[in-house]
T-cell receptor, first 110, second 115 residues
Framework: EDKVVQSPLSLVVHEGDTVTLNCSYE??????LLWYKQEKKAPTFLFML????IEKKSGRLSSILDKKELFSILNITATQTGDSAVYLC??????????FGGGTRLMVKP | KAGVTQTPRYLIKTRGQQVTLSCSPI?????VSWYQQTPGQGLQFLFE???????NKGNFPGRFSGRQFSNSRSEMNVSTLELGDSALYLC??????????????FGPGTRLTVL
């Protein structure tokens, strides 16, 4: 059975801190790893990673995938209160099905 | 481009009733997937439709069903509702081009409460 585990479960930081969120997986027929941010309702797409070792960046957020060790990290630098959310990691298989981790709840205090 | 839309946004039903939820994908997207999100189980895959055919199915009972129309719009139906069906139901669409891994984009969800 496909499995995705995220850590930590929750995190409280202050504005300006840097955080690293972890995602490890065991999935048959791996195709992609995706990060989403969920605030109130719909998860919003952040990154999709398919190749090992290539960092994706968007502003203060970056992510990298290690297909040999089966994990990914999401880094957020200079955190802001608007970064407070649940961050979801999902792994896609050849059947276009996403298996989600339980999420990391990030709270950024002013 | 308009995003994924879902209707209704909120729904209250009683045990034993049935419910139909609707999802309109992003224009041009051909694949529609449905997920159930609960505090205890997180986000779980229900099923995926492509070209009006169910292509993949998660581990949910037969009370959960769906369909896709020729314009890629999709509906999911839950019959004989149980209290445990209370959840946020999310729909996601993707281009699903052959040989390419395409991102799934989520709609705002339908919050179903079963009393």
């Amino acid at each position: 059975e496909d499995k995705v585990v995220q850590s930590p479960l929750s995190l409280v930081v202050h504005e300006g801190d840097t955080v690293t969120l972890n995602c490890s997986y065991e999935v048959t027929n791996f195709r992609s790893l995706l990060w989403y941010k969920q605030e109130k309702k719909a998860p919003t797409f952040l990154f999709m990673l398919t190749s090992s070792g290539i960092e994706k960046k968007s502003g203060r957020l970056s992510s990298i995938l290690d297909k040999k060790e089966l994990f990914s990290i999401l880094n957020i630098t200079a955190t802001q209160t608007g970064d407070s959310a649940v961050y979801l990691c999902a792994v896609g298989n050849a059947g276009n099905m996403l298996t989600f981790g339980g999420g990391t709840r990030l709270m950024v205090k002013p | 481009k308009a995003g994924v839309t879902q209707t209704p946004r909120y729904l209250i039903k009683t045990r034993g009733q049935q419910v139909t939820l609707s999802c309109s994908p992003i224009s041009g997207h051909r694949s529609v997937s449905w997920y159930q999100q609960t505090p205890g189980q997180g986000l779980q895959f229900l099923f995926e439709y492509f070209s009006e055919t169910q292509r993949n199915k998660g581990n949910f009972p037969g009370r959960f069903s769906g369909r896709q129309f020729s314009n890629s719009r999709s509906e999911m139906n839950v019959s004989t509702l149980e209290l445990g069906d209370s959840a946020l139901y999310l729909c996601a669409s993707s281009l699903d081009r052959t040989g390419t891994t395409d991102t799934q984009y989520f709609g705002p969800g339908t919050r179903l409460t079963v009393l």
